[in-house]
């Protein structure tokens, strides 16, 4: 423990006061459920939740520490209250970014691929990369001071999650919840893997540009973010040295089969219509109705096109007539299935085009072949032109990837009847979301969900847990039948899965070829098992009956579809139960100047650098670590420069955490400055100073009363104490409603003004005299209950200065972490209207007399003071409020008179003002 018998250093500093603490914290065991078996105040009640998991690929910036700060804050409260309380640690694999940032590591450092290394090989360097460098976050989280259960820390790839993840795939499999799909995909050609809705930077539901034909409501349920193109854009595209254009609707003609008209369409993807199987009118246009049944000519391959209608066509787009290429649009598909056309893939997984293509253009790359496409248009005088056109450009934020749409089988989860549970859960009150606008959302969402896609083409991850069985002749069941690839069966190993088949099909396993699907499972899916996997499911372990559903999940608002939805669906699915009672979700944090984090900008800050300080020179040399592109280096670089002139000043833990809860997280996003994190830490330093104060008016052998023996006589001791119980009001209703903004308000304001400003100031003459004792005893409990009132908030400091005032009772806890948190329970006996009310009105005369010393430049002198009042309660209060007023004024003696007390306005040398129409002050100026 740390030494705290040495007297307070002059002056705060977040180095001195944070050091030592959390190890000691830890090693006590005051993070652990078991430990409030040992309080006195213990209760029933059970508070448990996961931290979001964060990616295991870096380090956690400022978004995640308000996660960190406000779930802290909830878990240390709750835990005070004499909860017994687990919130659990851990971190997510992150399947694409990992494997991303250790590919272009092995590239930088050793000139090698993972196809180099080979699959096995390239693991253990993920594991090594892992081991090395997945320790940041943990010890991000200590510096924070995250109170958080580490022996029970798990990570997404541990052997006991894995076996987790595979009993859901195998559950959800076998109950007719889970399939393999020949379907429309979200495709990176740069990592060459399918990706979910997640990793598409996404903005408003509306189609993709590559269908033409369809509004936004036909594309509601991909629920794909994309950039907004107002018209012609050149964007860097990976692997293409020259920027490409997007945001032009191109238009060029088919003929018909006998040569005799033609039909114009209008696309922004030119080069897939060498996969075009049809041309689409809606049914109602009458341009289009002479060409109902007929047939169009492909140029270049010379496949007759269909002209067909459907309604999902928008007469009001470019032409009215629009290419159908089901192999490379969703909605597409769509038509192709209603209309029994087939589907012709001309681009394929690296982003070139294919043989089905034509040798002519064969293996060219897509967007260099949009150039091929459109000058053999021309060619072929079938090009009618081009104009800008407003569109959404769905991309990839892992590769900065243009999405492509590919037609391929991979495992699909149905999510119709989970996501209808999901939103009758929230209908119901069995599951709460706040703040409660967000409800509206999530039905309307839930309720035209579409199967989620869960093969990732990569290597690292965790193995589908699928086999497909080879036999000679096998019968055919419906269930476990892929729609084109035959039988597969989903275990938790080879010998598992050939058992399975054998007893299906009624084969030896001799006879059986198995062989396991290579993709992994995304990354999503495992995570959305955290609330229940790390508490030991598909076990039935005691933490599992103990703390299970969690009490609560809170994190950011932009993850309530993504990551919120499956939680809910799969855990109800899973286990019978919903994983947690409530939702509680947060806003975004930006930059000061309302931007979105990212590391291109240069405005994404370590939660270190901010708590620690770090000059300009480091912050630059953090970025060169990274894997910026040189263009990104520079404009990141500019922006420090722009933001950070003089790098940042060292806030310290404290200051951060009480800075992030300082806003209104239940709202709009948060645009924190890092000066904001600086003013708080000027607060640390009042609150260090008013204990220090403190501390030397009770002196040695100072002995508490204890709260029930307070009861002060002194008026402004009874106004303080009534203060204190309000607060202990606030806070408390405050924190039950997710407040927490108004919790480190309402502190914040007691401390500065109430107990700093007024109270020890006016108790200074007190200490001295007879009556000092009642306001020693005020002054240590103002002080003892604020830093009880503090401490989810800023527990290092609330910590380091508690030790230091001597104990209150017979029963003391050993650290502020597990003391009782004032409650209006304890504090009910310091209910003083009376007082609150007469101090209310005596403060307004101490504030007009302030400003008459101000107006008149009165810095050093006491002056002579006559205060009139007409009403004899206003009288009273003065009278009671004497002593206090005339120290806060900086008066010297005060004269209380009634109405007649008007004539001295006539003396010469004295200043008047109004308090109210029947209180005037006088200021004697001579």
Known sequence: KKDTSNPLPPAYSPRYVEAAWYLWWVKEGFFKPEYQSRLPHATPEVFSLCIPPPNVTGSLHLGHALTVAIEDALVRWRRMMGQKVLWVPGSDHAGIATQTVVEKSLHKDRGVSRHDLGREEFLKAVWEWKESKGDRISHQLKSLGASLDWERSCFTM??????????????????????????IVNWSCALQSAISDIEVRHGRLLPFPFSSPCTADHFSFWQVESRQLSGRTYLAVPGYERKVPFGV???????????????????????????????????????????????????????????VSHPLVSPKFGTGAVKVTPAHSPIDLEMAQDLALPSVAVIGEDGAMTAAAGDWIQGVRRFDAREQVLSALKEKGLYRGDCEHTMLLPFCS???????????????????????????????????????????IWTNWLSRT??????????????????????????????????????????????EARKKAASILGKPESELVLKRDEDVLDTWFSSALFPFAMLGWPERTKDLEDFYPNSLLETGSDLLFFWVARM?????????????????LHSMVRDAHGRKMSKSLGNVLDPLDVMSGISLENLQEKLKEGNLDPRELKVAQSGLVKDYPHGIPECGADALRFALCSHRVQGDDINLDVASVLAERHFCNKVWNGVKFTLSALGEGFTPLSIDELRPLAPLDRWLLDRLRQLAEECEKNLQSYEIHQ?????QAFWVKNYCDIYVEAVKP????????????????????????????MPYLSEELWQRLPPSASWRAPSICVAEYPSPQHTAHWSYPEETRRFDFVYSVIRTLRGLRSNYNVTKGRPQVCISCSRED???????????????????????????????????????AEVTDGCHVYMNLK
């Open 766 to 793: 007190v200490l001295k005299g007879p009556g000092g004792s009642d306001a020693q005893q005020v002054l240590y409990w103002g002080a003892e209950l604020t830093l009880r009132l503090l401490a989810p908030f």
């Open 874 to 912: 206003e009288l009273l209060s003065l009278q009671s409020f004497l002593s206090p007023m005339q120290t806060l004024s900086l008066s010297g003696p005060i004269q209380l008179l009634g109405a007649a007390a008007q004539t001295v306005a006539d003396g010469v040398g004295w200043a008047s």
């Open 249 to 307: 609707l191109f238009s060029f003609a088919y003929p018909t089969e006998d040569g005799d008209g033609e039909v114009v369409v209008a696309t922004t993807r030119p080069e897939t219509m060498l996969g075009d199987t049809a041309v689409a009118v809606h049914p109602d246009d009458p341009r289009y109705w002479r060409f109902h049944g007929r047939n169009l000519r492909h140029p270049f391959t010379g496949r007759l096109l269909p002209v």
């Open 398 to 440: 892992r590769s900065g990837d243009v999405i492509e749409h590919l037609l391929r089988s991979q495992w699909f989860v149905d999510c119709e009847e989970m996501a209808q549970k999901a939103v009758r859960a929230v209908e119901s009150g069995q599951l709460r979301i706040t703040p409660s606008y967000h409800q509206k």
């Open 450 to 495: 579409s199967d989620w896609c869960i093969s990732r083409q990569l290597w690292w991850g965790h193995q589908i847990p699928a086999y497909h069985i080879s036999v000679s002749e096998a019968p055919s069941f419906q269930d476990n039948k892929d729609e084109s690839e035959g039988f597969w069966v989903a275990a938790h190993s080879e010998s």
């Open 568 to 584: 809910v669906m799969l855990g109800e699915q899973l286990t019978g139960r919903l994983p947690f009672r409530e939702v509680f």
């Open 158 to 183: 541990d052997e006991r999650f894995s076996r987790a993840v595979s009993e859901a795939f195998i559950h959800l499999y076998e109950n007719g919840l889970l399939h393999r799909r020949h379907r």
């Open 743 to 747: 919790v480190t308000a309402a502190v």
